[in-house]
């Protein structure tokens, strides 16, 4: 009979999951790290709780190389969420246009694709890319936190 389970449980039972294998896709356009601007141009939030969740300890996109920055001018590229409303398609643009090149736009959620159930409201002006050039699209609403750091990590490579 074991006299310490408590112990047992931290030293001797593995505690921690396996890192999932390095993504197969084709040659990562950041190799190692990638920091991005996330741009809310006109989401309802459910993309941004995933977004957290996919920084979150469980999923854990930075131990990927992936980080989210306050300034375009210290990022690789945007991050974008929801549709782009009539009010945030300059301010998007002129944020992308901030993005030292190379960069990348990631459309995140199936608003940001031109998919979502807002691409037809008055205030709208269209899907991200309408306004941008887009380079990776996540498509969910709102995608899975595991869906948004798989996509990240082609990327990085890791
Ligand atoms: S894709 Fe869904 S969750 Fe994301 S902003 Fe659009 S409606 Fe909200």
């Known amino acids: 009979m074991r006299r310490f389970p408590v112990l047992d449980a931290l030293f001797v039972r593995r505690v921690t999951e396996a890192s999932p294998g390095k993504p197969k896709g084709a040659t990562p356009r950041f190799p190692g790290s990638v920091q991005l601007r996330h741009v809310d141009a006109g989401s309802c939030n459910g993309c941004e709780v995933e977004i957290a969740q996919a920084f979150a300890p469980v999923c854990d996109a930075g131990r990927f190389g992936i980080r989210l920055v306050s300034s375009p001018r210290h990022a690789d590229g945007l991050l974008v969420t929801g549709v782009v409303t009539n009010n945030m398609a ?31 409201g008055y205030g709208v002006a269209g899907s991200v890319g309408d306004v941008v050039l887009v380079d990776i699209e996540i498509r969910g609403c709102p995608p899975e936190p595991t869906s948004i750091t798989d996509a990240l990590r082609e990327l990085t490579g890791r």
Request: glycine content about 10%; hydrophobic content about 40%; overall charge neutral.
């Open 90 to 120: 300059v301010p998007l643009t002129k944020t992308l246009e901030a993005v030292p090149r190379p960069r990348v736009v990631v459309a995140c959620g199936d608003c940001a694709v031109g998919e979502g159930v807002f691409s037809n």
